[in-house]
């Protein structure tokens, strides 16, 4: 005879199934495949293979933007690969490319996120395609969205926060959050800094995980916030109480470091030509 407690694990694991096959990022779809073109998968060796880590967003021939707290202790073996959708199956658009430099922000805070942003630059310039290409990211002086204003990510971090991960490129529009209501004591406090702003998208009636919301997760770290397009934030603290009504996203205001950027990316001097001068 079948006990209750055994109907209610059975019917756990046919929910959970269920959201596993029909949710990406939280809530979110299966992207278009290479409909973004600029997605990078960050990789790390475990044993024989490679496993993505965190995401990224081409943005120059040889640079790739992401997280610092992606790669705190510098690359150790990692490889950046660019047009991918599926990370398992064989791809003739995929690009693997080794990591040449690495560039965290130098006041990168790792208590509070505040600062999360750093820049890869690849071993040699990627070819492009249809299925890469770099994305425009808004630069000091441009228009961030307002509160309530739509804005758009992906990456293949988890579904829930079990860390089921998917195989395939998701996507999720969200709504951009009230700053203030994220320095709330209720929700971050004084770790959302000046630098960040919030996203996520309560779901929609009728939902089926009540008081959740759509929202980046783990994994999904490093990748691109859009808006109209352009690229206004890295997902910062997606692996956070992903989907939690009082933690939305916390994404890095990619416009403060506009000077940053073009130091770090500007060609340096050859040293022979220089000592030849």
């Not at 770290?221 to 956070?240: A, F, Q, W």
């Not at 989907?243 to 940053?260: A, F, L, N």
Request: net charge negative; with cysteine.
């Amino acid at each position: 005879m079948v006990s209750e407690k055994d109907v209610l694990v059975a019917a756990a694991v046919f929910a959970f199934a269920l959201i596993s096959h029909s949710e990406g990022i939280i809530g979110g779809r299966e992207a278009a495949p290479h409909s973004r073109p600029y997605m990078a998968s960050i990789q790390v060796p475990e044993g024989e293979k490679m496993n993505h880590e965190c995401g990224g967003f081409v943005i120059a021939d040889q640079w790739v933007m992401t997280a610092a707290h992606c790669l705190p202790t510098g690359p150790n073996g990692r490889q950046v690969v660019l047009g991918v959708h599926s990370l398992s199956e064989p791809e003739e658009t995929k690009q693997t490319f080794d990591i040449l430099e690495l560039h965290n922000y130098p006041n990168f805070s790792t208590s509070s996120y505040d600062n999360d942003i750093a820049l890869i630059k690849l071993d040699r310039p990627f070819n492009a395609s249809e299925a890469v290409k770099a994305v425009e990211y808004l630069r000091e002086g441009g228009t961030n969205p307002s509160t309530n204003e739509e804005v758009d990510t992906a990456g293949w971090g988890s579904i829930n926060d079990l860390g089921a991960r998917p195989d395939k490129l998701k996507e999720v529009t969200v709504e951009v959050f009230s700053s203030s209501r994220c320095r709330r004591g209720d929700y971050f406090g004084r770790k959302f800094t000046k630098n960040m702003m919030c996203a996520h998208k309560l779901c929609a009636d009728p939902c089926d995980q009540p008081h959740r919301k759509e929202d980046s997760c783990d994994g999904d770290s490093g990748g691109p916030l859009l808006y109209n397009g352009i690229v206004v934030g890295i997902t910062s603290n997606g692996g956070s109480k992903c989907g939690q009504v009082r933690k939305p996203g916390i994404y890095t205001i990619i416009s403060h470091y506009t000077e940053w950027i073009d130091k770090t990316m500007a060609p340096q001097p050859d040293a022979t030509e220089d000592q030849g001068s």
